[in-house]
């Protein structure tokens, strides 16, 4: 099954904090989080393994509760440049295969 | 390669017709993978192949799509009597598939079937 991703969209001006969650009702191997521009192709954020990590990318981290089967994106400081489709990826066990989730788009205004 | 390399871009073709959708992987990749992002929508798995395992073929959405991997590099997705809704952005993906087996997307192909 897809994850689930809330909120669906959120705009937000510039210095402005969000949160994304992504929901599995799978057990979890690992996350990965990409970004997704209008006309583009998803780019790799960062990836967090079972354990209840939490990673760091300049402003960007997010942390993974394999108990919860969930994973939230923490965008501090919002830039205009974190406009796009965030998607949570989930891996599921040995297989590489991920299954990516609803997807979340965020707009950054001035 | 630098990255991963899709063909053609843009594609248009009639309903009935049969097209055929070119990836070429990250060099040294061992794992590809080709999904659909409709117009919009989130990326949905199609197919996956890692090394020279047999494929994970369990996201074609009917047997009128099917993939394959020669030499272990160059993907050549197939769609066959092609219909309206087969009209998406086909993504492939590479991987080196051991580690944290990030994905690397190409810029993909736009199908239009009119």
């Known amino acids: 099954q897809q994850p689930v991703q809330s909120p669906q969209a959120v705009i937000l001006r510039e210095g402005e904090d969000a949160v994304i969650n992504c929901s599995s009702s799978k057990a979890l191997y690992s996350v990965h989080w ?22 760091g990318h300049e402003k960007i981290s997010a942390s993974f509760n394999e108990k919860k089967q969930q994973s939230s994106l923490y965008l501090t400081a919002s830039q205009l440049s974190y406009s796009g489709t965030y998607f949570c990826g989930s891996r599921g ?4 295969k991920l299954i990516f989730g609803t997807g979340t788009l965020l707009a950054v205004q001035p | 390669g630098a990255g991963v390399s899709q063909s053609p871009s843009n594609k248009v073709t009639e309903k009935g017709k049969d097209v055929e959708l070119r990836c070429d992987p990250i060099s040294g990749h061992t794992a590809l ?3 659909r992002q409709s117009l919009g929508q989130g990326l949905e798995f199609l197919i996956y192949f890692q090394g020279n395992s047999a494929p994970d073929k369990s996201g074609l959405p009917s047997d009128r799509f099917s993939a394959e991997r020669t030499g272990g590099s160059v993907s050549t ?13 086909y993504l492939c993906a590479s991987s080196r598939g ?3 087996n990030i994905q690397y997307f190409g810029a993909g192909t736009r199908l239009s079937v009119l």
């Open chain 2, 77 to 89: 997705l197939t769609i066959q009597r092609t219909q309206q809704e087969d009209s998406a952005v």
């Open chain 2, 98 to 100: 051991g580690g944290e």
């Open chain 1, 34 to 55: 990409y970004r997704q521009k209008h006309g583009e192709a998803p780019v790799f954020l960062m990836i967090l393994l079972k354990g209840g990590e939490q990673k």
């Open chain 1, 93 to 96: 066990g040995a297989t590489n």
């Open chain 2, 33 to 35: 993978y080709w999904y």
